[in-house]
């Protein structure tokens, strides 16, 4: 497990910026995912209506080949999000929005290995 966040947020939640923090995770936040760096875990906090096709690329994008990079994307549709996840080789987890902090934090620990 990389320790390393990329939160990415529309709307920045510094209470939960916090609160990974306090758990151990150095967490940086951005407003868009084209500004993350490619280490670690990517975090999307997607907005309500999000395109599927601009997340699917995206998240294919932030991927790349890099083997140890993952991502979580919080979405209101995660399973019209199906096919991103599989597609990338067991590296991307699909959380339905709304999403407590303590769960993003069992999918950062957890390797990402589930998807709904």
Known sequence: MSSIVALVSAEPNDALVRYLEDVG????????????????TLVWLTESGSDERTIVDTVRSWLGAKARLRAIVVTDRPVRLREAADDARGRLLLLPAPVF??????ALRD??????
Do not use: I, K, N
């Open 111 to 116: 390797g990402g290995r589930t998807t709904p």
């Open 101 to 106: 902090g303590w769960q993003l934090v069992d």
């Open 25 to 40: 995770f150095g967490v940086r936040a951005f407003r868009s995912p084209h500004g993350a760096p490619r280490e670690g």
